[in-house]
């Protein structure tokens, strides 16, 4: 198989970034929940609610200054450049596609700390008084998809190797 433009990883990219920027969009717009406090109950188990998320998963690297503000853009910037590189050498169309949903993902939350120095969550999904996840939005959401195939991928699918052309009966005798 050869390498081909990543077709397929950048559509997912874009599929992710345009969605998540329109659901941000939405939840602080038309929807009105755009200050800390401001939710509205969904279905009884997923609510949607303002955060401004000032760091990365868990709520680690906050950045509460300009300095670590754009350290955390520069940081999120070049692990999208490194998962860029690596799609473009990626021959797999499910890793491509994993891939993709980093990189849709990363864009989003970089483009929301460029914009307003925080990136905006809204999903809080909870069962009761029980929340398994933290707030979290599109962008996280594929971020956490892609990694999650591509280490099922890695860990627990071998893929078959590749077949050598049977030999003929000329190159037999001459060996």
């Known amino acids: 198989m050869t390498r081909g433009a990543p077709v397929t990883g950048l559509a997912a990219a874009a599929a992710v970034f345009?969605?998540?920027?329109?659901?941000?969009?939405?939840?602080?717009?038309p929807?009105?929940?755009?200050?800390l406090g401001a939710s509205r109950e969904i279905v009884s188990f997923f609510d949607l609610r303002f955060v401004q998320n000032m760091g990365v998963?868990?709520?680690?690297?906050r950045a509460?200054?300009?300095?670590?503000?754009?350290?955390?853009?520069?940081?999120?910037?070049?692990i999208a450049v490194a998962v860029t590189w690596w799609m473009w050498r990626e021959e797999k169309a499910a890793d491509k596609l994993a891939l993709g949903l980093v990189l849709g993902g990363a864009l989003g939350n970089i483009l929301d700390r460029v914009r307003l120095g925080y990136v905006v969550d809204f999903a809080d999904l909870h069962f009761g008084e029980w929340r398994p996840f933290l707030?979290?939005?599109?962008?996280?959401?594929?971020?956490?998809?892609?990694?999650?195939?591509?280490?099922?991928?890695?860990?627990?699918?071998?893929?078959?190797?590749?077949?050598?052309?049977?030999?003929?009966?000329s190159e037999n005798v001459n060996a």
Do not use: C, H, Y
């Open 18 to 29: 345009v969605l998540d920027q329109l659901s941000k969009w939405l939840v602080t717009g």
């Open 31 to 35: 929807l009105g929940i755009d200050f």
């Open 57 to 61: 998963s868990l709520g680690l690297l």
């Open 64 to 78: 509460e200054s300009d300095i670590a503000r754009w350290a955390l853009v520069a940081m999120t910037a070049a």
């Open 135 to 169: 707030v979290f939005n599109v962008a996280d959401a594929a971020i956490t998809i892609g990694v999650l195939i591509l280490l099922v991928r890695a860990l627990l699918i071998r893929d078959k190797p590749a077949q050598q052309p049977a030999q003929t009966v």
